[in-house]
């Protein structure tokens, strides 16, 4: 089969015009990027406001492992899936970051011919947004830097100043830098360092805001530093709010794009998925549901991440309610959680399989426990065998009560997820439940990270570091106690240990440290090692990206 990229080129692309027409969104609501790109207005996102909607579907997944899942590619085939039943259905995703594309993982627009074109511009600049977001919080960090340099009027303690620089790459080296070197002109020399842009605080706070408004009022409740005192400073105090509402002004309109069939995405944001909530833009997703009868939506790694942000802040604040849950899984992926390597998959091993059933099952379980209806995807690779299918079937219908459902739409678009496209829709119009989060947002804090550790990871308890349970008082103190958490740990394992994978428990989650996302409207928990700023790999994806003699993109993936 042609690769990704080949897929996404041969593709005869619609005027994107005709694509809005599919929703009823008029031309003159568009901001046209070309011919197959546009961002929906801000006036006309506003009209839409009190609208009926739609169904949303979550689509989430188990433990990421080196197999591969295809989650993005399987909402999109769903999404296609479900136009060609006939539900109206428009799909949001998360825009891809430059630092994955060039580095490990690759973009972020699906694979085969379950994918969101033109692929080329969505993972590479795309409509800017994400170099929008860079320069906003770059503003920040100057104004910031500015203040201290000219009378720190505010008292600004150097020490504690929290706010660190971004930008959109893999750059190991920018991790802890000194900066304002060479002299008094230069300011006054500190150490500091550099995030990814996706971890920038103004991405959470960009993907949860409602609006224009909203998300100059959330800017402004981001800390930024202490004075001598120990007083909070906002980036309100050092009046940088209003500039950079300015900066991101465009890039808030959510971006309309299609798939490979020609039906509608809009792909906006980009957050983190474990230092922050890992879901595209709540303005994209109140779109889709007020525009389509069903959205499709995906969250960040495995259901314990990902789909645990999506449930208790992204729908806690937004209000918004998941009529099902698909729940991607590969039998690959499976048969590593049993044990298996990597190079060894290709070979039958139901042992392995049955053993690896494990991390579903608990997916699945947690799921359920949010009050939402589950079916299970199971994404179909070349290597697989009947009998393997067979088999995670009968252990998702006999253990779990659940269906599984072979899924082809890599190999063969829409038509390969029709079946479970007939699922999601009767899971969807059965009875409505309503969605139970982990914990109660008058909880204490370290009570809510309790919750989601025992109750979702299967650890037997929790391990406060002092520093961290200092701050965790501290941000009660000051009035933050309110505010759902947001674990930021290994994606691979339930657990911290990256390589306990499987479904283990009685493990102990230590927190190391604890972060405040004021504007954002949560906590970050730091448990084990996280790195906001990635490196990139022995040999990275840039080594083959490459302009053929035509002049086309080769080598992104």
């Not at 009027?153 to 750059?171: G, K, Q």
């Not at 802890?176 to 006054?188: H, M, P, T, Y």
């Not at 199971?378 to 009560?401: I, P």
Request: with cysteine; charged share 20%.
């Amino acid at each position: 089969m042609p690769s990704d990229i080949e897929i996404a080129r041969a593709a005869t692309l619609k005027p994107i015009a005709q694509v809005a027409d599919k929703l009823g969104i008029p031309d003159d609501a568009l901001h046209h990027y070309g011919k197959h790109i546009a961002k929906l207005d801000h006036g006309y996102i506003a009209s839409l406001e009190g609208k009926p909607e739609g169904k949303l579907v979550l689509v989430t997944a188990i433990s990421p492992t080196p197999a591969g899942e295809g989650k993005t590619t399987t909402t999109v085939g769903l999404g296609d899936a479900l136009n060609r039943i006939g539900q109206k259905t428009m799909i949001c995703l998360r825009e891809p970051s430059l630092g994955p594309c060039f580095g490990m993982k690759g973009g972020a627009a699906g694979g085969g011919k379950a994918q969101v074109v033109p692929m080329e511009q969505i993972n590479l600049h795309f409509t800017g947004d994400f170099h929008a977001i860079t320069s906003a919080h770059s503003l920040a960090a100057a104004l910031i830097d500015n203040h201290v340099y000219w009378a720190n009027e505010l008292d600004i303690d150097v020490r504690r100043i929290h706010w660190r620089r971004v930008v959109d790459m893999n750059d190991r080296a920018l991790r802890a830098i000194n900066q304002s070197l060479g002299g008094v002109a230069n300011g006054f020399p500190r150490e500091d360092g550099f995030d990814i842009t996706v971890a920038s605080e103004v991405m959470a706070v960009f993907c949860l805001a409602k609006d224009l408004a909203d998300l100059e009022e959330r800017l402004g409740r981001i800390v930024i530093a202490e004075t001598r005192a120990r007083k909070l400073v906002t980036l309100k105090d050092v009046k940088a709010t209003g500039a950079m509402t300015v900066l991101l002004k465009d890039a808030l309109q959510p971006n309309l794009v299609q798939t490979l069939e020609g039906n509608p995405a809009l792909i906006h944001g980009g957050p983190f998925a474990n230092i922050a909530h890992g879901c595209n833009s709540v303005i994209a997703t109140r779109a889709g549901l007020r525009l389509a009868d069903y959205t499709v939506t995906e969250a960040g790694f495995g259901a314990d991440l990902g789909a645990e942000k999506f449930l208790d802040i992204k729908c806690r604040q937004a209000g918004l309610s998941p009529s099902a849950v698909v729940i991607v899984a590969t039998v690959r992926a499976l048969k590593m959680h049993g044990g298996v390597n990597k190079k060894d998959l290709g070979s039958e091993n139901i042992g392995a399989l049955e053993k690896g059933f494990a991390n579903l099952a608990r997916h699945v379980t947690n799921v359920r426990g949010f009050g939402l209806p589950v079916v299970v995807a199971v994404n179909h690779f070349y290597a697989d065998t009947d009998a393997e299918h067979a088999t995670l079937r009968d252990l998702c219908r006999e253990k779990l009560d659940v269906e599984a459902i072979t899924c082809k739409h890599w190999a063969d678009g829409g038509a390969g997820a029709e079946a479970l496209a007939h699922a999601v829709v009767k899971l969807a119009e059965g009875e409505a439940r309503p969605l139970t989060y982990t914990y109660e947002a008058e909880a204490k804090l370290s009570d809510k990270i309790k919750a989601i550790a025992t109750k979702l990871y299967g650890a037997s308890g929790i391990q406060i570091e002092g520093k961290a349970a200092q701050k965790l008082a501290a941000f009660e103190k000051d009035g933050y106690g309110n505010l759902p958490v947001c674990m930021a740990k290994t994606q691979y394992s339930f657990s911290t240990d990256p390589t306990l994978i499987g479904a283990p428990d009685g493990h102990v989650v230590s927190v190391r440290d604890v972060r405040l996302s004021a504007g954002a409207g949560f906590v970050v928990v730091i448990c084990g090692e996280i790195m906001t700023m990635p490196g990139l790999p022995r040999v990275p994806a840039a080594d083959t990206i490459r302009l053929d003699e035509n002049g086309q993109i080769d080598g992104l993936f």
